[in-house]
């Protein structure tokens, strides 16, 4: 998966989102990170920006209740969809 992400992020064109994103480590990722966290959560998290796709072998009524426990409290607001300019081609 993440040699597919890697591979996805050369491969993408100049301004693409996928040129936004890139793995890191220890080093790179021990900074304060809040204020990043903060602003990209007042720009996009919102419960009509997500998908939510859950497998399993538990019945339907358990999975729903699941569903509501963990993400109904996620507020519904309008935020700002980012554009994607160029769909990522197979190359």
């Known amino acids: 998966m993440a040699g597919e992400i890697f591979v996805a992020n ?34 996009y998290y919102a419960s009509s920006n997500m998908k939510l796709a859950l497998i399993s072998s538990a019945p339907l009524e358990t999975l729903s209740a699941k569903a509501k426990k963990y993400f109904s409290d996620i507020e519904n607001r309008p935020v ?12």
């Not at 491969?11 to 080093?27: A, R, V």
């Not at 700002?80 to 190359?91: F, I, S």
């Open 10 to 43: 050369l491969m993408s064109e100049p301004g693409h989102p996928l040129k936004q994103f890139g793995t890191g480590d220890k080093t790179t990722l021990s900074g304060d990170n809040r204020p990043d966290l903060l602003k990209f959560y007042e720009k």
């Open 80 to 91: 700002k969809v980012p554009e994607v300019q160029q769909p990522l081609e197979n190359h």
